[in-house]
């Protein structure tokens, strides 16, 4: 399985661009872990993303921006 994680703030383009283009993968085993930013007050990016890398549960972790398509 392979663990997509994603620091956003913006709902719009997390919602539009990344989650459309996941919808669109097939026969893909992933899970999506969304760090929320602004619920959350990190002191760095990288600190976001060692938050949301503790929850992971897949074999290979991918840290991706919600405002890029992707297709696996």
């Given amino acids: 399985m392979i663990s997509l994680i994603c620091?956003?703030?913006?709902?719009?383009?997390l919602n539009t661009i990344l989650k459309?283009?996941?919808s669109r993968q097939?026969?893909?085993?992933y899970e999506l872990i969304i760090v929320d930013s602004?619920?959350?007050?990190f002191n760095s990016a990288a600190?976001?993303?060692n938050?949301?890398?503790?929850?992971?549960?897949?074999?290979?972790?991918?840290?991706?921006?919600?405002?890029i398509s992707?297709?696996?």
Avoid: T
């Fill in 47 to 49: 600190e976001a993303m």
């Fill in 7 to 13: 620091v956003s703030n913006n709902y719009d383009k």
């Fill in 51 to 67: 938050f949301g890398g503790k929850q992971a549960k897949g074999d290979y972790l991918f840290f991706i921006h919600h405002d």
């Fill in 26 to 29: 097939k026969d893909v085993n």
């Fill in 20 to 22: 459309s283009s996941l």
């Fill in 70 to 72: 992707y297709r696996f």
């Fill in 38 to 41: 602004k619920k959350y007050k």
